[in-house]
């Protein structure tokens, strides 16, 4: 009998294979989620890897994607922030 179990996968590069490189995370959370663990994947809305960061109207944004939840946790674009 397997015991199921929440995991908080958190990275800040974490992405899906739509908004940026997925890789290992978002696959290891999708592997997780078929094995019937209630996964939280984390990552960051901004970071220079993604190639369409996602949009964010609040401070952080859950979508359910491959049977896990993936939040975004919203980042200032750091391209555009200017130093005083």
Known sequence: MIRRKTFYLINQYASTPETGMGGRYYYLAKELAKRGHKIYL???????????????????????????????????????????
């Open 42 to 84: 984390i990552g960051a809305s901004y970071n220079h890897l993604l190639r369409i960061p996602p949009y964010l109207k609040d401070d952080y944004r859950i979508d359910n994607i491959s049977g896990f939840k993936f939040v975004w946790i919203k980042m200032p674009d750091m391209g555009t922030t200017k130093v005083k």
